[in-house]
């Protein structure tokens, strides 16, 4: 790749960045990435978020009601957005990008409009759609009257950046297929991940892992199925719950470490009412940076992800954790896996039980299926390449 030359790169970001999860996960290593290389980007981002990396954010005002993380759809968003956009447009004053990045609808509808403003390229990076996304959260039904206006204004917003990025392939195709955008405004950027700071287990890395399992009360020599991600029902909560328990039924060797929020109270008192109490543990909300240390903790990994637009950065962090990892088979799962996942047939508890089982009664297939899938992931996925190809996007925009 050529030279980069520096952007003054201004990142619209409507969430409480950070918070520890997938979409933020996204912004943030894309952020580092690019600043590594030379640009200098300034993020607009909701309040409650929490500063990581040493990078510049400039947040929204806060209200007094509302001093909690809002994750996915929420009327909140609606003020949050006004504000964020009041903060926006004296930045673009104050601070003259030569480009807009937004993430999220939202952000790409507040980035049209400074984009116009100040006429400068607007990017989009699209992680799912906007209807699809209110019906997983739901926050909206199919047959709601609300839902085709807000279908009509998604592919408006759809329509109006120059460049599209999307987290897959089948994103890509979505946006292609169903609200009609030009093939040759889109981007394919999958995510990626750090395999340095995510990594196998190494035998010097057991002291300490002794230790976190002593404080997890996770008993000695049961096999470790992790999770790490959002807890709701769209991410297939409830299933893997359900899904444990027909495990526990078969044999007691095995301890669920289910890692992330929102809901951990209401899961933990399912897993309670289960009978589940002793072979699961909760979590709660774990720290991104302490995310590679846990994950080291698991012997197989599961994403029964329910979502069929958003994408599925955890993976990753499994594969490049060289975790075996068992999924629901859709196309994201078998964009990132390939073949070396272990994919449930249907979305059901019963099918995600039943490939659970199948891999956890092969402990001889772990070392083979773990280290494919960090080739696999060392080979294609990084958030330095992902950020040389975003670079190579902000030279043709901005170099025209």
């Known amino acids: 790749m050529p030279p980069v030359t520096p952007r003054r790169v201004l990142m619209v970001a409507p969430t409480m960045f950070f918070a520890d999860y997938g979409c933020h996960v996204r912004i943030y290593e894309e952020a580092v990435a690019l600043r590594d290389l030379g640009h200098a980007l300034r993020i607009l981002a909701y309040p409650n978020g929490r500063d990581v990396g040493g990078l510049t954010v400039r947040r929204s005002p806060g209200v007094p009601f509302n001093y ?56 989009f990076d699209f992680q799912g759609s906007l209807t699809s996304e209110m019906c997983d959260h739901g926050f909206l039904r199919p047959e709601s009257p609300l839902f085709r206006p807000l279908w009509r204004l998604e592919r408006w917003i759809d329509h109006r950046p120059h460049v599209i990025l999307t987290s897959s392939r089948h994103a890509a195709d979505l946006l292609v297929r169903e609200f009609g955008v030009p093939a040759s405004r889109i981007q394919p950027v999958p995510d990626g991940v750090n395999a340095d700071r995510f990594r196998p287990r190494r035998p010097d890395d057991e002291p300490a892992l002794r230790v976190t399992r002593q404080e997890l009360g996770i008993p000695e020599g049961r096999v470790v199925v992790v999770y790490l991600g959002l807890l709701a029902e769209y991410q297939g909560t409830g299933l893997l719950l359900e899904a444990a328990r027909q495990i526990i039924e078969r044999r007691q060797d095995v301890h669920f470490l289910i890692m992330g929020y929102p809901g951990e109270n209401y899961y933990r008192a399912v897993a309670r009412n289960m009978g589940l109490e002793p072979w699961v543990t909760f979590t709660g909300r774990l720290p991104y940076e302490q995310a590679p240390h846990f994950l080291r903790l698991g012997d197989v990994a599961v994403a029964p992800k329910l979502s069929a637009t958003e994408g599925s950065g955890k993976l990753l962090n499994y594969m490049a954790t060289a975790l075996p990892t068992v999924v629901f088979d859709t196309p994201v799962s078998r964009e990132y896996l390939g073949e070396w996942g272990v994919y449930a047939p249907r979305p059901t508890a019963d099918a995600l039980a039943r490939a659970l089982w199948d891999l956890l009664d092969a402990p001889h297939e772990w070392p083979v299926l773990g280290h494919a899938l960090r080739q696999r992931v060392v080979a294609r996925f990084s958030w330095r390449r992902a950020a040389r190809v975003i670079a190579e996007v902000y030279e043709h925009l901005t170099g025209r």
Do not use: F, T
């Open 68 to 123: 909690r993380v809002v994750v996915g759809s929420s009327r909140h968003k609606i003020y949050l957005d006004a504000m964020l956009s009041l903060v926006a447009l004296h930045e673009i004053v104050a601070h003259p990008p030569d480009l807009i990045h937004a993430h999220l609808h939202e952000g790409a509808l507040i980035g049209y409009v400074l984009s116009r403003l100040r006429r400068v390229p607007l990017i």
